[in-house]
T-cell receptor, first 117, second 111 residues
Framework: GAGVSQSPSNKVTEKGKDVELRCDPISGHTALYWYRQSLGQGLEFLIYFQGNSAPDKSGLPSDRFSAERTGGSVSTLTIQRTQQEDSAVYLC???????????????FGDGTRLSIL | GENVEQHPSTLSVQEGDSAVIKCTYSDSASNYFPWYKQELGKRPQLIIDIRSNVGEKKDQRIAVTLNKTAKHFSLHITETQPEDSAVYFCAASGGADGLTFGKGTHLIIQP
């Protein structure tokens, strides 16, 4: 597609359930990023992928969070045993990647608004 | 790693006046500095960016300046209009893990 696509756009679930969020990047973009944005707050970096590998997972808030990317395209962010503090908008972005340095424009999707009851 | 500070957190200006948002960064190796605009409930959108080999860049009513020596960069919006009301984020990148964002500035345009 023309832009970064995320699904679902909204997700409401009960505390303790697992959720899976999906991101489909712009075609040809080798780098993919996940961010979390709480209401009225800034962008909290979670994880990025260069191709299918995630060189640095230290931004993930806890071991309940995991992410994977297959085929150098679609990525899923999984949150296990959700807690109320996980409620936020989860944004995905993608970019080209040159020279091993992340200095290319990132293009964001519309995000998934996650609400934990 | 990189650390980006952004000021002010809230900025209120009269319609037609100019607005300036400032950011500082810590990593002297950073070489790419984008600015994003996020309207309420929408995705962040890139509005302008600058690379370290350039000191200033303009696009109609918006401009960005970069001072590499002082490690700070600024967004300038002239002749502000109601549709400029939004949250603006600066970012810096030069490292392997992509962009580091500032905490954002809520720009309010008063009619």
């Amino acid at each position: 597609g023309a832009g970064v696509s995320q699904s679902p756009s909204n997700k409401v679930t009960e505390k303790g359930k697992d959720v899976e969020l999906r991101c489909d990047p712009i075609s040809g973009h080798t780098a993919l990023y996940w961010y979390r944005q709480s209401l009225g707050q800034g962008l909290e970096f979670l994880i990025y992928f260069q191709g299918n590998s995630a060189p640095d997972k230290s931004g993930l808030p806890s071991d309940r969070f995991s992410a994977e990317r297959t085929g150098g395209s679609v990525s899923t962010l999984t949150i296990q045993r959700t807690q109320q503090e996980d409620s936020a908008v989860y944004l995905c972005a993608s970019s080209l990647w040159y020279g091993g340095r992340g200095n290319q424009p990132q293009h964001f999707g519309d995000g998934t608004r996650l609400s934990i009851l | 790693g990189e650390n980006v500070e952004q000021h002010p957190s809230t900025l209120s200006v009269q319609e037609g006046d100019s607005a300036v948002i400032k950011c500082t960064y810590s990593d002297s190796a950073s070489n790419y500095f984008p600015w994003y605009k996020q309207e309420l409930g929408k995705r962040p959108q890139l509005i302008i960016d600058i690379r370290s080999n350039v000191g200033e860049k303009k696009d109609q009513r918006i401009a960005v300046t970069l001072n590499k020596t002082a490690k700070h960069f600024s967004l300038h919006i002239t002749e502000t209009q109601p549709e400029d009301s939004a949250v603006y984020f600066c970012a810096a990148s030069g490292g392997a893990d992509g962009l580091t964002f500032g905490k954002g500035t809520h720009l309010i345009i008063q009619p």
